[in-house]
């Protein structure tokens, strides 16, 4: 069965999206980061493939290791999950129900989906899109491929753009699996997570955290680790 969304977790989780690198890697394991965030796309500047292979990535012991697909063909995804022993699928592209449900049958059954739900400018869209995906997906039938959603800021380069999009929208629904926040977040922004009726399973965070794509500035993700952890206005959950 899917986990159902606590309504009071706090702190969130971790996930830190888009590494390249073996010793920043090693330093978020150091601080106990939950979630390490690799991207498969080849058009993107955090491309994971152009630094490191998959025996590298495999060689890594932790048991949240993502790998972010978009539009990607399933026979290439199951072939790196187990290459790169990954952990968690986070698709990040058009991927439909017929696609998730053939992927999570031939994926290990003890890797969890992250199905990401991209948010624009068009509120009406935006919200047809939260609706039909909660629906018709096949989770909802019991069928039960995905464990996790995730909601960024919609962009042509999927994801990393370091744009928040309007958190509100999600206190119009009932989110009905645990949810990933992604889109821009940083120390400015995280007070307003204290408005959401359904707190974040997790927080994704990339490209505000960097110095150069796939660089990460670790000493900030370290600091702002801390500022989730000791939120005066939650209860840890």
């Known amino acids: 069965m899917n986990e159902q969304q606590p309504t009071n977790n706090f702190p969130p989780a971790l996930k830190v999206c888009g590494l390249t690198k073996l010793d920043q890697i ?4 150091d601080i106990n980061t939950n979630f390490l965030g690799f991207i498969f796309y ?3 500047p955090r491309y994971v493939l152009n630094q490191l292979n998959l025996e590298d990535i495999a060689q890594i012991n932790h048991q949240g290791k993502v790998g972010v697909f978009v539009n990607e063909k399933v026979e290439t995804i199951v072939e790196i999950a187990e290459k790169a022993k990954l952990n968690l699928i986070q698709l990040h592209g058009d991927e ?6 053939e992927l999570k049958k031939r994926l290990s059954p003890d890797i969890k989906i992250i199905k990401v739900i991209r948010i624009g400018n068009d509120t ?6 939260i609706v039909k995906t909660f629906n018709d997906n096949p989770t909802t039938r019991n069928l039960q491929p995905i464990n996790y959603y995730l909601f ?8 990393g753009t370091g744009q928040q999009f309007d958190w509100n929208l999600l206190n119009e629904f009932e989110i009905p699996l645990p949810y990933f926040l992604s ?5 400015e922004n995280i007070k307003n997570m204290e408005e959401l009726k359904q707190t ?3 927080l994704d965070i990339n490209s505000k955290f960097e110095t150069a794509p796939g660089d990460k500035d670790v000493n900030r993700i370290k600091k702002f680790k801390t500022i989730i952890s000791i939120s005066p206005n939650r209860t840890p959950y």
């Open 42 to 44: 080849e058009k993107s």
């Open 124 to 129: 009406a869209e935006n919200k047809e899109k």
């Open 200 to 202: 974040p399973f997790a």
């Open 183 to 187: 889109g821009g977040i940083s120390e």
């Open 26 to 29: 090693q330093e978020l394991i």
């Open 152 to 159: 960024d800021t919609d962009s042509k380069a999927f994801g």
């Open 96 to 101: 439909d129900d017929h696609f998730i449900l």
